[in-house]
């Protein structure tokens, strides 16, 4: 590749990262560390190179497993409900790509983040360690069963879609604690939930209409 081909690469590059900017903008997202996180965390290392071009476009694309990298603006718009502060410690239930832990880990203090696929966690955790993210411990898990061992978390973001609001997860929150969930049926409706712990129980908000893949109990036997 010439010097010139490259220079071209470029600024397609930085032409495709400021149409999204500007497409988020445009459907509300105003957090400005969620946009700038978007902005410098090249999308592009997290999906296959036969999807590289389209990185940047507002949509979702396959990675490995039969998963998904979620579309910008879903990890936008599920980020800033999290109301993440810089001393947020947040459990990711779904791992995938990794793309969404390096957002998150720019907005708060700790990342704790849970696969069920082996082949994903130890994508993500190359990718992350490629970007100098140092604020991110990943594991092999039940993401149905969150992690004991680290709660209570301030946050928790779950991106994979269960059928019903799950207690375990509820119950390693702090109370004023978030959780962002897609709720749905395998095959049917799904939309974002937003969970608030309360001294006995929780509040519940059903928001805007997604489209996730399940989640699925216990760890994956192969991949």
């Not at 290392?45 to 579309?71: K, M, N, W």
């Not at 907005?107 to 849970?114: E, I, P």
């Not at 190359?126 to 990943?138: F, Y």
């Not at 209570?152 to 609001?165: C, L, R, S």
């Amino acid at each position: 590749m010439s010097d010139e081909d490259g220079g071209s690469d470029l600024s397609e590059g930085r032409i495709a990262v400021a149409r999204l900017i500007m497409g988020l903008r445009a459907r509300g997202v105003r957090d400005a560390g969620i946009l700038k996180a978007i902005e410098t965390i090249p999308r592009a290392l997290f999906v296959d190179e036969v999807h590289a071009v389209h990185a940047y476009d507002d949509r979702s694309l396959p990675i490995d497993c039969g998963q998904t990298i979620s579309q910008p603006f879903v990890v936008a718009y599920m980020t800033s409900l999290l109301k993440l502060t810089d001393r947020d410690k947040v459990l990711e239930i779904g791992t995938g790509s990794g793309y969404q832990a390096a957002v998150l880990a720019r907005l708060c203090r700790r990342v704790y983040t849970v696969e069920r696929y082996r082949t994903l966690h130890r994508q993500a955790e190359d990718r992350l360690r490629e970007l100098g993210v140092s604020n991110v411990t990943a594991m092999v898990g039940d993401g149905l069963q969150g992690w004991p061992t680290q709660a209570p978390f301030d946050k928790i973001m779950v991106t994979a879609a269960a059928e019903a609001v799950p207690q375990v997860l509820v119950d390693q929150l702090k109370v004023g604690g978030i959780m962002v969930i897609p709720i749905g049926p395998i095959g049917g409706a799904q939309f974002l939930h937003r969970i608030v712990r309360t001294e006995d129980g929780y509040d519940d908000d059903t928001l805007i209409g997604v489209m996730f893949v399940p989640l699925v109990p216990g760890k994956a036997q192969q991949l």
